[in-house]
Each structure stands twice: as C-alpha cells, then as structure tokens.
C-alpha cells in the first residue's frame, strides 16, 4: 500500500485540478470582465509557490525530468485553484442589493458538441455517442457579452435580436457578474435600456 501512495496522490491531485478548472471556467461564464485577469493572478499565484513544490524532500535530489513533471503538476493543480478561489470569492459578494438590470440583445445562438464514451474494461473507454449543449449569446449595451445556457425547447424558442434583461452586481474583488438573465416582458421592450434596481435601503 505504501507504494501505491504516490500514485493515489497523483490521481487525486489530477482529479482537484480538473475539477477546480472546470468550476472556474463555470464561474468565469458568469464573469463580465476579462477572463486575462483572473488567469494572471491564478497563474501568478502558483508560479510564486512553485520553489516550493520543487525543493528536494528530505535531501533526495530529483532528474531535471522529474522536476519539470513536478512543476507542470503543480502549476495545473495549483493555478485551478487559485482560478476558483479568484473567482468564487468574487461571485460571494455579488449581492442583488447592490445590483442593476441591464437590457441586453440576443446576438448569436450556440450549440456545443460533446462525445460520450463508455468504460468497457479496466482503463479503457470506447466513444459511445455524443450530446448538444444550448446557449445564446447576450450583449449588453457597452458591447459586454455573456452566454446564457438553454434547453432545447428554449434554443429553438429563441431568436436573434430578442431581449434579455440582465442582472449584474460587482463582486468583492470589483469584476462585474451576471446573477440572473430572463426575458424581457413584451411591455419593457419599448422601455429605458439601462434600469438600475433600487437598493433594499432606497426602498425602505
């Protein structure tokens, strides 16, 4: 069992990498601002802890091979990390106190292919098929654009040019995040193309 540790390790660190990646990448598409910050202070973060990661344990001395496997894992493992920190401590602050609904546009409608596979043996996957995902891409009037997810049944509801009303608040570290998107009311569309929400202290 002892031998087979450095490997549980190893699985266990791909498997909070991806999943910290891809949560990240979640939270992103909900981020109005520029994914280029978030990544360069996640990719910061784990590049300023790599000496670390690369110090020789216990005196051993590692291959140059050895030690670019260990720093690519840490920067992968890492910078996941701190992309989903970044991000998720931002989305916590984003309150619809302190938010306002935007009238955005329907510009473009998308559809994402994903393969399927299937497990048929230890460590062996065959393809088994594929699956769509539905979205539509909305643009706010300063040219922001954010993608909201759909059914299939929405997807072929939607059209181009049909509006959304958008709601966005800043988050703790500043950047802007969409909390909700829904249809605008046929009776809005004629409407001011900003309306900003009344905080709960306005309304009292």
Same mark, same amino acid.
């Given at each position: 069992?002892?031998?087979?540790?450095?490997?549980?390790?190893?699985?266990? =660190?791909? $498997?909070? /990498? %991806?999943?910290?990646? &891809? +949560?990240?990448?979640?939270?992103?598409?909900?981020?109005?601002?520029?994914?280029?910050?978030?990544?360069?202070?996640?990719?910061?973060?784990?590049?300023?802890?790599?000496?670390?990661?690369?110090?020789?344990?216990?005196?051993?001395?590692?291959?140059?091979?050895?030690?670019?496997?260990?720093?690519?894992?840490?920067?992968?493992?890492?910078?996941?990390?701190?992309? =989903?920190? $970044?991000? /998720? %401590?931002?989305?916590? &602050? +984003?309150?619809?106190?302190?938010?306002?609904?935007?009238?955005?546009?329907?510009?473009?409608?998308?559809?994402?292919?994903?393969?399927?596979?299937?497990?048929?043996?230890?460590?062996?996957?065959?393809?088994?098929?594929?699956?769509?995902?539905?979205?539509?891409?909305?643009?706010?009037?300063?040219?922001?654009?954010?993608?909201?997810?759909?059914?299939?049944?929405?997807?072929?509801?939607?059209? %181009?040019?049909?509006?959304?009303?958008?709601?966005?608040?800043?988050?703790?570290?500043?950047?802007?995040?969409?909390?909700?998107?829904?249809?605008?009311?046929?009776?809005?569309?004629?409407?001011?193309?900003?309306?900003?929400?009344?905080?709960?202290?306005?309304?009292?």
């Amino acid at each position: 069992m002892k031998g087979k540790m450095p490997y549980i390790l190893l699985v266990l =660190l791909i $498997i909070v /990498g %991806i999943t910290s990646w &891809g +949560a990240g990448i979640a939270l992103a598409s909900q981020t109005l601002s520029s994914r280029w910050i978030s990544l360069t202070a996640a990719t910061i973060l784990a590049l300023t802890s790599l000496p670390m990661t690369l110090r020789a344990k216990n005196g051993v001395k590692r291959s140059i091979t050895q030690k670019t496997l260990r720093g690519l894992m840490h920067v992968f493992v890492a910078g996941g990390v701190g992309y =989903l920190a $970044i991000l /998720g %401590i931002n989305r916590l &602050g +984003a309150t619809e106190e302190k938010s306002e609904t935007l009238i955005g546009e329907v510009t473009e409608r998308t559809r994402h292919r994903h393969n399927r596979t299937r497990r048929v043996g230890r460590n062996r996957y065959v393809p088994d098929g594929h699956y769509y995902t539905y979205g539509a891409v909305v643009t706010l009037p300063d040219g922001r654009k954010t993608e909201q997810h759909l059914s299939l049944e929405e997807y072929n509801r939607t059209r %181009i040019g049909a509006k959304r009303e958008v709601t966005v608040a800043r988050g703790w570290l500043g950047m802007p995040v969409v909390i909700s998107m829904k249809k605008l009311s046929k009776n809005k569309e004629t409407g001011v193309p900003i309306r900003k929400k009344k905080t709960k202290a306005q309304r009292e």
